[in-house]
Each structure stands twice: as C-alpha cells, then as structure tokens.
C-alpha cells in the first residue's frame, strides 16, 4: 500500500488537485449550472474516448499513429446521416462496392485451384491494367450529384426516379466492376504465392455471397429506398449506428491491409500516409456530399414535446421520451444522455473484450511483445487488422452518434482527431485506461473552458469579470496536457518504459 | 533428422550476422548450441522460427522446407520458442500465458497437470501476473507455455542466464525430464549446463558452424573449449 503511494504519488497528487479544482469551480456555479457544465463535459467526454480508445489501442499494439481516425469519425457520421435521411446514395454504390470487394475475394481465394497462369511479371502487371481499365468503364459517367442532393443542400430534391440510373446500366456497372474485382485479385494472388493456401472454401462463400447480395440490391434500390425511409425513425437510428460503425471498421481494416501494412517498418511514412489520406478523405466527402454540412434530425425516442416536458427525471423520460430531462431545474437535451450512456456502454464492452476474451488476450499480450505472440503461433497480423478495424469502427459510431448532437460536416474530423491525440497523450499512450480518463479530463475541461467563455470569472475585488476569447475553451485541454506531461512524462497511466 | 539446417544466411539490417550455419538434430535428443557472446546463437534460433528469415539456405523440419514461412505458421508445425529474456506477458497472469499459446481449444487442459508437477510453483502462482514471477519462475513459465501446444522440437535460447545456481538445478532437472518426450535445441553460455543436458554439440563462431560432435568428447577437450568458448 506505502509502495502504490509512493509510486503513484504525483499521479494521486495530480487527481487530487483535479478534484479540488473541480470542486472549488463548482462551488462558484449554482448547482444546476453546474451539473449541467458537468454532464456536458461528460458527454464530450464519451465522444472523444469512443476515437481515443481506438486510437490508444492501434498505438499499443501495432505502435502506429494514426492520424486517419477523426476520418474515421468523420466517415461514420456521414454514413450514418446518408442511412437514416438520403439511403438512396448508399442503396446506388453500396452494391458496386460488394461486387469490386466480392470479385476480388473470390478470385484471390480461387487462384490457388486454378492451372497456373503463365507470364509471370508481366501478366501481373497486365491484369492490373485490365482491373484497372474494368473499373473505369465500370464507374464511366457515373453521377453522383443527383444522388447525394436533398432538399436542402442542392437547391432542391432530385426524385429517385431521375437520380438514379435504369436498371440495365446499373447492372452493366455491376458486372463491370465485379469483372476488374477478379482481375485485381488474380493479380494479387500472382503477387503473393503463399496467401489463400488451406484456408478452406470460407473465402469462396464469401465472396460469391457479396456478389449475390450486390445483384440482389440493384433491382430493389427504389424499393430499399422507401421501406428504409418507412421506418420509425428510432429503428432507422439504430440501423444508421450499426451502418456508420460498421462502414468505418470495413474502411478501417481496409487502410490497415491496404497501406499500413507496408510500412510497419516505417513509421515515419505511417504518419505521411495517414495525414495523407485525411486530405484526399476529406475532399472525397466534400466531393460527394458537398463542401457545406447537414443538420441530422434526433430520432423520436428522444424528440417528444408537450405539456409533461420536461421530464422531471430519468425514469419519467423512459416513459415519455422528452426532449430534454429536468436537472435540478434547469433541462438538458436528453440524447447528450443517451451519448453518456453509449459511451459508458462500449467502455465496459472493450474492457469486457480485453479482460475475458481470447482476442482481448492476445491483444494485451501483443501491446507487449507481438513477435513473441506470433512466435507462438498466432498470426498477428491478422489480428493488427482486427484491431484496426475494431478502433475504426469506434470511432466510427461515434461519428454517428455525434451527428445528430453537433451535425456533419466535413470538418468535423479534424476537430476530434485533434482533441482525442490530446487525450490519449494525457491519458497515456497505449494504455485503455488511460484513454478513458483522457477523453472524460478533456471533455469536462471543453465543458468548463464554455462555461468560462460565457461568463467570465469573478475574481475578488474586481468590478467586474475577466472576459475571456472562445478559444480559451480549446487551449484550455493543451494547457493541461502540458501540464501532465511535465508532471508525468508518460502521461497519466502511461507504462514506465 | 528432425531439424536440418543447411547452410543459412542471415542479415539483420545491413549487417550479415549469420555467414553459414549447417546442423542437425535427431529426433529425442539434446542439441546443444555453444559459442561465444555474438556468434549468432540467438540468430540461428530466430532464423529456424522465422523472426528473422534467413536470405539463403533450406531450413527442414520433419523433411518440410519452412525457411521463408511467416512464424507463426512455422511455430504451428510444432515447434516451440523459449526465447532469451523468456519473454513473459507482464499483464498477463500466469494461467493466461499459458493459455495463450493453446493451437486448439483444450490444449491447455490435458497439459496443465503434468506442467503443474513439472514446476509446482506455478500451481501456486497461476492468477498472479507474469511481470510479478522471480527470474527462475519466469524462466520455468516460459518452458511451460512452449509444452501447452503439441510441440515436436523446443528451441531454447539461455535458460540460465540471470538465474542463482540452485534454480539452474531445478530448470536442468525439468529439461532432462522433457527430454524423453520432446526434441530440444537448446542454446547455452554456462558450458557446465550444457554438458549436463545434452547429447551432442555445435559450436557457432563468427556466423560459422565451427565444430560438432558428442557432447562427452566436448566435455574432454580442454583446448578445444578454450579456443571456442572462452575458460569454461
């Protein structure tokens, strides 16, 4: 016990000291004032810690930073609004991309059943150009202006029926791009002779299910159109949670596959790599779905009006479903409880993951020594790619739940990706622990660094408050970052070594 | 031959730290693997189980050719890696790094009686983190979670290193019961353990397999073991 505290001391010192600045702001605040300050600080806060956990986690175990995650956030949240108010884009290009991805799987995964493919070299190179000139015909002249407007956006709605394309063409696309889908992966397989070995027909299935799934869509895109937007709007939420997250992770593992991968050996180019694609991400998303932002409408279940609103307490709201709960007489919105409880949520579930599951296992150990992990057997990288997907993913529902509370727009990434690198490095690099407490120190200090902005702090005998710029709000979390990293070089629970 | 190494080479960035290294290790023995600080002892270890892959030469295990295979397909064939340092989960308790390296589920079930025997301590310490163990516990979990998976050969790298001489006994009493059921190679700088264990020898220099034979003839040859190894 002696031993923690002395080991712990600036640490406990720090809390501390946290704890009676946060008591002794508060006391300046009436109390609803400041439970309200404090719940919004806990709601930026399980924001940030759904981007940091994943961004903490890829940090330990693979040692990559990955500048790409508040694209990832960014992402999730666009895919997300697309599936809960304009499905329409996604039911036009989701089945393009399962025919290009199920092409591919398929062929990379048949290759080795095939007669050898004479040529070597230059027939690689030569089904790269042929994947390559398949996909262009493929998306030649396809528009995506019509698709993406709304009624608000692009001065006016286009109808389905004019934005998207006749059935025959979509088609001809489809087959197109699953044609430049098995060429790439020919190619592929050509270039790595050793992958796709006894590894059983699951690829097989997999890819000729997506390709089903893609023929499957094209003829029922109207229709999948109007049973989406026929939902309650609740359910539909819930369908655009899981959507935006899983598209994120899919995205995720991609960019793991596709361009960290190559460079583990090179961080340096990680980091030119990822930076660069938040670039090329955020004009794709401004390219698509245009340079200003949406607004996205909060689900039913927690939008309700009336004469009971607000309601005065958690349980009365599970009946009513107000728009705001009643906090010690003042109302808060109560979907910013719902992102609370999101967040507390996929807290317990990761940690539950981590502490119980195999893969939980295998990622702790690998934080500390993935050579030795994979010298046991383990394939890795595979589980690097898991990893990866996982955290993109977070960040990605985070995106989503994000939306309906501070919108989408092709900003908002940044802005997250900045304060989560923040919290993680408060919190400690690597550490799961850490990156909660991070992201909750973060979002209390964005909650107060407001509070403060609008009202100025009264010191004594001064006439009248000191006034400070809004961005006051934003350096206040650099401030403390500085400050925990000269009290605790390694950050808050950061490992020694 | 269980493991056969013919001729490998290997480079670590720039720098060729193996320039040749050939042996052989029949099935149920001891190899030994002697030599002095950098011959590249560790290397060789590393280049069989495929952390560091050798640019040339065949390494064949069971006959199979596996030079070039990523490690953790190499290790999957059945071979166990005890590395230098021992290389010990910290976070992970020591059930957990055991249960780690199962291939299938259940391995751990039908080994972890006899390991417990092997190395009672564990028993006594199975929910305690590993970065908590004692050099010499660390030392017997990491033979440990090499014998969980069905493993043919075990590559051990120093067991000794670091430890107090009685606990050395305890490790060379548990690697000679292994060996009636499982092919080591083991890699050793106390020249005292090895000729206690194992069965015959190759002595590294430089990158090069220098010299071979029974471990009884080594034990003898004064001048020999002065050339390669230092005093013994």
């Given at each position: 016990m002696t031993n923690f505290l002395k080991q712990n001391r600036p640490l406990i010192i720090g809390s501390l000291a946290a704890v009676a600045a946060m008591a002794w702001a508060l006391s300046q605040y009436e109390p609803k004032v400041a439970a309200s300050i404090l719940l919004s600080g806990l709601t930026l806060g399980a924001l940030y810690f759904l981007v940091t956990s994943g961004l903490s986690l890829i940090f330990g175990l693979m040692d990559v930073l990955n500048f790409a995650h508040g694209l990832l956030f960014m992402v999730g949240a666009y895919m997300g609004y697309t599936l809960y108010a304009n499905p329409r884009i996604l039911l036009n290009t989701l089945p393009l991309l399962l025919a290009l991805a199920g092409g591919a799987i398929l062929a990379r995964r048949a290759a080795p059943m095939l007669p050898k493919i004479p040529g070597g070299q230059a027939a690689r190179w030569g089904l790269w150009a042929l994947a390559v000139a398949l996909l262009l015909l493929g998306s030649w002249g396809f528009d995506l202006a019509?698709?993406?407007?709304?009624?608000?956006?692009?001065?006016?709605?286009v109808p389905t029926a004019e934005a998207q394309e006749a059935l025959g063409l979509f088609v001809g696309r489809l087959l197109a791009l699953a044609a430049s889908g098995i060429a790439g992966g020919l190619a592929l397989a050509l270039g790595q002779p050793f992958a796709g070995r006894?590894?059983?027909?699951?690829?097989?299935?997999?890819?000729?299910?997506?390709?089903?799934?893609?023929?499957?869509?094209?003829?029922?895109?109207?229709?999948?159109?109007?049973?989406?937007?026929?939902?309650?709007?609740?359910?539909?939420?819930?369908?655009?949670?899981v959507v935006g997250a899983g598209s994120g992770a899919a995205l995720g593992g991609l960019i793991e596959w596709s361009l960290i991968r190559p460079l583990y050996s090179r961080p340096i180019y990680q980091v030119l790599v990822t930076l660069g694609l938040v670039l090329v991400g955020?004009?794709?998303?401004?390219?698509?779905?245009?340079?200003?932002?949406?607004?996205?409408?909060?689900?039913?279940?927690?939008s309700q009006r009336g004469e009971a609103c607000p309601s005065p307490n958690l349980v009365a709201w599970l009946g009513d479903h107000c728009a705001s709960i009643d906090v010690l007489g003042r109302p808060f919105p109560s979907y910013r409880i719902f992102i609370i409880a999101l967040g507390l949520i996929m807290f317990a579930a990761i940690a539950v993951l981590l502490r119980r599951s195999?893969?939980?296992?295998?990622?702790?150990?690998?934080?500390?020594?993935?050579?030795?992990?994979?010298?046991?057997?383990?394939?890795?990288?595979?589980?690097?790619?898991m990893v990866f997907a996982l955290g993109a993913g977070l960040a990605a529902l985070g995106g989503v739940a994000a939306a309906p509370f501070i919108g989408?727009?092709?900003?908002?990434?940044?802005?997250?990706?900045?304060?989560?690198?923040?919290?993680?490095?408060?919190?400690?690099m690597g550490s799961y622990g850490g990156a909660a407490a991070g992201a909750l120190l973060v979002g209390l200090a964005r909650a107060f660094g407001d509070q403060i902005v609008l009202s100025g702090i009264q010191l004594p005998f001064m006439a009248e408050a000191v006034k400070f710029s809004p961005s006051i709000a934003r350096a206040s979390t650099v401030l403390i970052m500085a400050l925990v990293l000269l009290i605790r070089p390694t950050g808050l629970f950061g490992k020694k070594d | 031959m269980l493991l056969s190494v013919e001729s490998i080479q290997t480079f670590i960035g720039q720098f060729h730290i193996l320039e040749g290294i050939s042996l052989e290790v029949p099935s149920g023995s001891i190899t030994a693997l002697l030599g002095r600080n950098g011959a590249?002892?560790?290397?060789?270890?590393?280049?069989?189980?495929?952390?560091?892959?050798?640019?040339?030469g065949r390494v064949l295990f069971d006959g199979q050719e596996i030079q070039g295979r990523p490690a953790y397909e190499i290790a999957a064939l059945g071979i166990g890696y005890v590395p230098e340092h021992r290389a010990i989960f910290r976070d992970l308790s020591v059930e957990e790094n055991l249960r780690i390296a199962e291939r299938r589920k259940g391995d751990l079930a039908g080994k972890i009686d006899f390991i417990y025997e092997l190395f009672p301590d564990l028993k006594r310490l199975a929910?305690?983190?590993?970065?908590?163990?004692?050099g010499g516990q660390q030392q017997m979990l990491a033979i440990a979670r090499a014998l969980v998976p069905d493993n043919r050969?075990?590559?051990?790298?120093?067991?000794?290193?670091?430890?107090?001489?009685?606990?050395?006994?305890?490790?060379?009493?548990?690697?000679?019961?292994?060996?009636d059921q499982i092919t080591v190679l083991l890699v050793e700088q106390n020249f005292h353990m090895a000729a206690q264990l194992a069965d015959r020898y190759y002595i590294v220099d430089d990158g090069h397999t220098a010299h071979s034979g029974k471990m009884a003839d080594l034990a003898g040859d004064q001048a020999l073991i002065t050339r390669y190894l230092g005093a013994a």
């Open positions: 019509p698709l993406a407007s709304t009624g608000i956006s692009a001065g006016g709605d006894s590894r059983g027909p699951r690829g097989l299935v997999l890819g000729a299910g997506l390709l089903a799934l893609a023929l499957l869509i094209a003829p029922a895109r109207t229709l999948g159109e109007g049973a989406i937007l026929g939902l309650s709007s609740n359910l539909r939420f819930l369908i655009a949670l955020t004009e794709l998303v401004k390219g698509v779905w245009g340079p200003t932002g949406y607004y996205m409408d909060t689900p039913d279940f927690f195999r893969l939980g296992m295998i990622i702790r150990a690998g934080v500390q020594d993935a050579e030795m992990v994979q010298a046991l057997g383990i394939n890795v990288r595979r589980v690097f790619t989408v727009n092709p900003g908002i990434g940044q802005e997250f990706q900045l304060q989560a690198f923040i919290a993680v490095v408060i919190g400690g | 590249g002892k560790t290397t060789t270890l590393r280049s069989i189980i495929g952390l560091n892959p050798p640019r040339t929910k305690h983190p590993g970065g908590k163990l004692s050969l075990l590559l051990v790298d120093e067991p000794s290193e670091g430890l107090a001489p009685i606990v050395v006994e305890q490790i060379v009493a548990s690697l000679r019961r292994l060996s």
